[in-house]
Structure formats: structure tokens, C-alpha cells
């Protein structure tokens, strides 16, 4: 079993809570979409300095890549607006909450059916516990 994996994901559900918390009060500074495209356009730069220096692939492919494999740009930024707008209403907590709520469920869908590319993996009792209990945990911080 690959532990770093794990311990992986759960060091960028932490960088995610503290990216939105910044941007949810940087939203209140300078404006809510102003705080996304900032988010973006610093992102955008950052990682084109890497791209420049460890990038290994063909970024020329996108124009021939089927485009929903494109829509993830799209999904990013209607994610990171949405926590900006949310943060300051309902705080980290239940608004990262939501978030997980959101992506085990459809996660769950995704892999059943094996939509997008995603290996088939059946939906067992347990996840749907899993789901139960973060939606309950959701209903409690409430």
C-alpha cells in the first residue's frame, strides 16, 4: 500500500481549506471574482515557470484532445468562485464540509458507472454509510 498517497491527498485537503479561507477573505478585500482570477492568473504563472523547466508532455495535444477533456479548467474555476462567495457565509468548516459531501457522492456515480475514463468500482453499503455520515456531520455543524 502506498501510505504517501494517502498522506498526500490529505496534505491538499488541508492546502485546499486554507487556500479557500485566504481567497474567501481576500474576495472581501478586493472582490469576490477578482479574488478568483488572482487566484488563477499567480497559478497560471507559477506553474508555467515549472511547465518551463520539468514539463514532460505535449501541451500542443490540447487542440486535438476531445473537449471534455478540457472542461476541468472550467470546473476549477466555478469551484474556487463558488468557495469564495461561500467562505464568508458559512465559514471553512461547513463550506469544505459541503465539498466532500459533493465529491464522494458523485465520485461514487463516476466510478460506478465508469464515467470519464474512471476504472468501474461498484457502490458498496459502505460507501453509501460513508455519505450518510458526512451528510449527518454536515447536518450537525449546521
Do not use: C, R
Not at 488541508?14 to 481567497?23: K, P
Not at 464540509?97 to 476504472?119: D, F, N, T
Request: net charge positive; no cysteine.
Amino acid at each position: 500500500m502506498k501510505i504517501w498517497v494517502y498522506v498526500m491527498a490529505l496534505l491538499a485537503g488541508i492546502a485546499l481549506s486554507i487556500e479557500g479561507a485566504i481567497y474567501g477573505v481576500l474576495g472581501l478585500s478586493i472582490g469576490k471574482l477578482e479574488s478568483s482570477f488572482y487566484n488563477f492568473a499567480i497559478g497560471t504563472v507559477i506553474i508555467g515557470v515549472i511547465l518551463l523547466f520539468f514539463g514532460k508532455g505535449k501541451l500542443s495535444y490540447t487542440k486535438k484532445a476531445p473537449k471534455w477533456q478540457l472542461s476541468g479548467g472550467i470546473l476549477g474555476v466555478i469551484y474556487l468562485t463558488i468557495l469564495v462567495y461561500g467562505i464568508p457565509y458559512l465559514g471553512v468548516g461547513l463550506t469544505m464540509i459541503s465539498v466532500i459531501v459533493g465529491q464522494m457522492a458523485m465520485s461514487m456515480v463516476i466510478e460506478h458507472k465508469g464515467w470519464l475514463g474512471s476504472a468501474k468500482s461498484t457502490v458498496s453499503k459502505e460507501k453509501i454509510l460513508a455519505v450518510i455520515l458526512m451528510s449527518v456531520a454536515l447536518l450537525l455543524v449546521f
